[in-house]
DNA sequence: AATGAATGAGTATTCATTCAT
DNA sequence: CATGAATGAATACTCATTCAT
């Protein structure tokens, strides 16, 4: 009867907390996110929430590496196994991903790991090699494929691909900060692909 | 020999309690932070700090405050009276701005108020009006002051200066999460003036 | 034998709080008394305290009102029902009921709320509603009744039925300054009721 | 020419920082009375004022004495000196005085020593020793003539002069905590003292 | 004598974590 | 597994008192 329901809640336990977690820290920060708060809005005793975290640390890396693995990928694997030429998947796929992280989870992960990183280097490390080494790396590899391929000139943002994403941390900042003054992100970002491309271009 | 436990120096306790204040907070974020840790590096008491700031809050946004106020204005009045072109200007002074700003200061103060902007939008507005939306400005109208001279020519660069500070942000954000990764920060800036210039210029 | 350290007596937490309260506040006033020491002599933590009383004041007032509303309300349904006349109702219950007074928990209590009750003035709005203007109105209504029947002139008394109970304050006061100096309340008491009762008896 | 000021000021130091100390306790209590607000207010700095008083109980020790000294000696002499008869006296004197009271800053210190009491024992035998021992004394001596003289009955009275000042009593509690409950105090004491000349009157 | 900056012990309150049920 | 009552260490803040000036 109620038991398929109750089987299911089970599986998903983890998430269910980890996903109020995620509102919760997002909301109040790591030190002044109450775990109690977390329970609550998970719809779980306290004392059930630390059966499935050691404490709140666990609880909090949890949430940051939750968040991080999924989006990414999918990108690595277009960036791979795309037929567009380096140009079109910059203008294309590469910015469309950039101009939705601002608005994403990951904005908030970043505000998390900008606050808290200090105190958790594992975490950094762990955001690092997953998201970042990997996510510069890919966007190195399709520039570099573009300079192979004679599309691109080989200047510096082969090694600097931050020259990249630079916008959108900034886009990201000022929606963290600035919610209330509005700048056009969008804008932002194509602009600034135009004028790298405009750079690198041959 | 023994230093005296009375002091009596109501003129600096001030500054002295502020900078202590600064590496306290830099160190361990708002929340996390032990105003008696506060006192003790402060060479103080408790009291005593409690004397000068009510509450620990005040202590935080009066650490921001006095950080803030003084680098900017020296490059503000430059770019007012600067006789040199937009151009260099960007390459020059501009652009050793930028240089220090992510190993300054500033760095520490953009990493609290990302952490705890949320809970002080009073601070918050206060960096936005003293600092943010003045140099924004100020860059502004110098690369205005390009197109209306000639050298530049007329894109959306002109309405969203933060196309320049981008890499500034990436470096500043770098050196707090990934200090041990090592990243060229400088060489970040320079390519990214280049970059802006050469899609600017006529 | 070790005594159990948790307990879960939720029910009863309340009740064993105040009372420990009661005693505390008794001994040193509201100021002076130490939470702590509450939560020691209810054999609680500190912690738990705090789950039921927000606050030290809110745990104040809960003392003040558990005091409050016993007692009263026996004497008034008496004085509402009673077939004895009123003579025989004042010589009676009435002065049986001032006599015990001053040495129960109700004198603690003006006591707290003489000191306090400027700072807490819903707690001393709560008193006045539920013990003294009901119970001045109740022993007025009786007066009244025996002037109705014949029994008494109609006099001051009728409107100021502090008339009668001013030796019951005074014994009060006493037990709370002076306990050290003998005094018959009692007889005070007595002495006094017939005194009235000789003014007012037709 | 400033000097005889000067001069005059230090002589009446105590006396002023005890006036502004009683302002205080009465507002606060002994608990809540900050120092520091009894020097402002006795235009004195923290130093000074503990050159006077030892400390905070010290202070208000000097406070309760020197409220408590004054008005009573008057009455005393009266008492022991008039040619009135004792009905005279009382419904004439020693109810213009009773009246007098629950306004007066004796009220106040009737507050803090039922609050405050406890924890200054030898506080409260100084009150009782200069001020209630001997009140009660010489109405009882009072009293005790009037039956000499054949004016009274020899009642319970002679021995219980509470039974005179009860209503006083009762008014002071009253103004203390309901002051905004009116009262008619002054017609309370008149009823109160026809009540007990009746009953003593031969 | 007079000041008020400085001290530090003391206290209410919070919150991650535990554990009897 | 699940609960939430219970714990107690941690921490911001206060205030009587001291003492260099």
Redesign the pocket.
């Known amino acids: 009867m109620a038991e398929p329901r109750?089987q299911r809640?089970?599986q998903d336990?983890p998430k269910e907390i980890t996903e109020a977690a995620f509102d919760v820290f997002a909301e109040h920060g790591y030190?002044?996110?109450?775990?109690?708060?977390v329970?609550k809005r998970a719809?779980?005793?306290?004392?059930?929430?630390?059966?499935?975290f050691?404490?709140?640390?666990?609880?909090f890396k949890a949430v940051i590496r939750s968040v991080v693995i999924r989006r990414l990928d999918a990108l690595l694997v277009t960036i791979e196994t795309t037929e567009l030429s380096s140009e079109a998947f910059i203008r294309g796929p590469l910015l469309e991903f950039m101009k939705r992280v601002p608005g994403s989870p990951v904005a908030v992960v970043i505000r998390l790991l900008i606050a808290e990183g200090q105190r958790h280097p594992d975490l950094v490390d762990y955001y690092w090699e997953n998201v970042v080494s990997k996510g510069l790396g890919a966007i190195a590899r399709c520039v570099e494929r573009g300079v192979e391929r004679g599309e691109f000139r080989d200047t510096a943002v082969t090694q600097l691909p931050q020259l990249l994403v630079a916008p959108m941390m900034v886009s990201m900042i000022w929606k963290i900060l600035f919610a209330k003054r509005t700048l056009d992100t969008d804008k932002l970002m194509e602009t600034h692909i135009e004028m790298v491309l405009a750079y690198i271009k041959l």
Request: without cysteine; glycine residues 8%.
């Open positions: 109750y809640r089970k336990r030190a002044s996110a109450r775990v109690e708060e329970a719809g779980v005793s306290k004392g059930l929430l630390y059966l499935y050691k404490t709140k640390e666990e609880l």
